[in-house]
């Protein structure tokens, strides 16, 4: 039977939402092996779990200096398996996932695509290029074929299997790694995670300060059960911290409904938001391009409109 | 005397509209190219680099990849104060992917002797999710801190800080290395007049690939791992109707709920 592998995404809090979503992609090619990169112990404590949301196979590569270690150990695994036994692989995609994928690709002379937002059993892939405004289809070479794939893009559906645990064992640190000396985890907020939310509330220069993105952006994503996003000239003034950037150089988002408050609509920026299914902008510059994307465009003051906007949602639920 | 090379990008002017040509590549004809923004970052940051070391005899080199106009990248770089620059330019390389491109960057360094860090953006803002600087390493064998803030040289000891969504992570790694640069490092230097002038008289090394000794066979669009076969232009996303609220907030949240309510959002 054919298989693919998937690098699971973990945290101190367990699996991560986007795993299940790169386990159903990767069901399209096979039987489901999940890679648990990390350290001594982490495979047993996910198993259970990865299982459930569709793993066949739970394969832990495990090592006592993994904190001291970056993305190496993860290359290292996934090009031992698939070279010992070809398939695709299937990794979320940020920065660090990206580079995963061009090192596996490069060391299995392989195709990689990035930025995929769905797979076929054919192994050719869809995915979106120049700030979304082109679908493309990609066929990708190679016996196991990388494929990076945009968070949020495929809903997961979660078929349990029996996620057996396997071990691997990986080679020590060479040439290649560098060294962690130090980590800070990013503080993860009560809200849902920017590219996985299904409502994006956000804010540019003309919510004016970091202040105002306290007490106007934020509560309506909370009202709406959303995260909040920046543009980067927000970012740049100090609004807002740039892990929520959305846009060309920040996160590429699809929510279900996006509401931009203050935010001209730069090309950088629309290129991250403009396949939200909904668009709703708030602007008191009738000329701000950010409404010719707008499915409604409200001309006016969010000072005034958010807070009843706010009430309005609270009454509404 | 050791090198920094800055690894370098032409691309289409973000304001300009972007298109594929028959192949399925860029065309690259139908816009205007300019010095990748991320790269003014990584070359200021090779530029910190030397001149925080000034005993050390750093000479920062640019090197880019690309077609005749992409030496405008490599101008920019000296303007800004780079001290060399060597463009690879070769009409086999036309729609190469990211393995090939780090292959023909990595035979070009080696055409530079003692390179000591290469330089290079985090992403470009035209092409693959900043796949090259890891790629590079693999061909290298050396290590890569990569989507780093900040960059500093200790001895032969490079340390950077790299913040992701995962977190901050302080890397360290010896010499040589490879580096990525994010936009949230130093703000980069505006060229000075000197410098606009050396840009323009500066003899910069062109190479082929046969100087580099890559076969043709081994880049290009032919040759490449991954292909788009299909490519569908979306349908410009059409603004809908412009309601003018002016301070009238209760009208404007009113507005917005209503559409809210019709499509099931709330």
């Known amino acids: ?317 | 005397m050791p090198a920094i090379v800055a690894l370098v990008k032409s691309v289409p002017d973000t304001w300009s509209y972007k298109t594929l040509s028959e192949n399925f590549t860029l065309d690259r004809g139908a816009v205007d190219s300019v010095l990748d923004e991320i790269n003014e970052f990584s070359v200021e940051q090779a530029l910190r680099l030397r001149d925080a070391h000034p005993d050390r005899g750093f000479r920062v080199i640019a090197l880019t990849m690309g077609p005749a106009d992409a030496e405008e990248a490599l101008r920019r770089a000296i303007a800004m104060g780079a001290d060399d620059a060597v463009h690879v330019v070769d009409p086999s390389l036309a729609g190469s992917d990211v393995l090939a491109t780090a292959w023909v960057l990595h035979r070009a360094l080696e055409t530079i002797p003692d390179v000591a860090i290469v330089v290079a953006g985090s992403a470009s803002s035209d092409g693959a999710a900043g796949a090259v600087p890891g790629i590079l390493a693999e061909y290298r064998r050396v290590p890569a801190l990569t989507a780093v803030r900040d960059v500093s040289l200790d001895g032969s000891v490079v340390r950077a800080t790299r913040e992701d969504r995962s977190g901050l992570y302080r890397l360290e790694a010896a010499l040589p290395a490879v580096v990525s640069v994010t936009d949230k490092a130093a703000k980069p230097r505006f060229p000075n007049f000197k410098g606009l002038l050396a840009a323009k008289k500066h003899a910069i090394t062109s190479l082929d690939l046969a100087a580099i000794g890559v076969d043709p066979t081994q880049v290009g669009g032919t040759h490449a791992a991954s292909a788009v076969t299909a490519a569908i232009p979306r349908p410009a996303r059409e603004g809908g109707p412009k309601i003018q609220v002016g301070n009238d907030g209760v009208g404007g949240a009113q507005a917005i709920t209503k559409l809210l309510s019709e499509r099931g959002l709330l």
């Open chain 1, 1 to 317: 039977m054919s298989h693919a592998y998937v690098l699971v995404e973990h945290s101190a809090s367990g699996v991560d939402a986007v795993t299940a979503e790169l386990m159903t992609a990767a069901r399209a090619f096979g039987e489901v092996r999940a890679v648990v990169v990390g350290k001594p112990g982490m495979g047993q404590e996910l198993a259970a779990d990865l299982g459930n949301s569709g793993a066949d196979l739970v394969i832990a590569a495990e090592s006592t200096d993994d904190d001291a270690r970056f993305l190496i150990p993860a290359v290292d695994a996934l090009s031992m398996l698939a070279t010992a036994d070809p398939g695709p692989i299937v990794i979320a995609g940020d920065p660090a996932g990206a580079e995963i994928g061009a090192r596996l690709a490069a060391r299995l002379a392989s195709g990689v695509v990035f930025d995929v937002v769905d797979v076929n059993s054919d192994r050719t892939a869809r995915h979106a290029i120049f700030g979304d405004s082109m679908d493309t289809t990609a066929a990708v070479g190679g016996a196991s074929p990388v494929y990076v794939v945009r968070r949020g893009a495929i809903p997961a559906r979660s078929i349990p299997a029996a996620g057996t645990l396997q071990h691997l064992s990986l080679p020590p640190a060479n040439e290649l790694d560098a060294r962690v000396t130090a980590f800070e985890p990013a503080v993860s907020g009560a809200r849902p995670e920017l590219t996985e939310a299904r409502v994006v509330v956000a804010g540019g220069r003309g919510v004016g300060s970091a202040e105002n993105f306290r007490n106007v952006v934020e509560p309506l994503a909370d009202a709406l059960g959303g995260a909040v996003g920046a543009t980067r000239d927000a970012v740049d003034l100090g609004y807002y911290d740039a892990q929520y950037q959305v846009g060309q150089t920040g996160a590429t988002v699809s929510p279900d409904l996006y509401i931009a408050l203050g935010i001209s609509g730069a090309i950088q920026h629309l290129s991250g938001m403009q396949t939200a299914r909904t668009i709703i902008a708030v602007n008191t510059d009738e000329d701000a391009p950010i409404f010719s994307v707008a499915d409604v465009g409200i001309v006016g003051d969010l000072f005034e409109i958010v807070p009843a906007l706010v009430e309005a949602v609270k009454k509404e639920q």
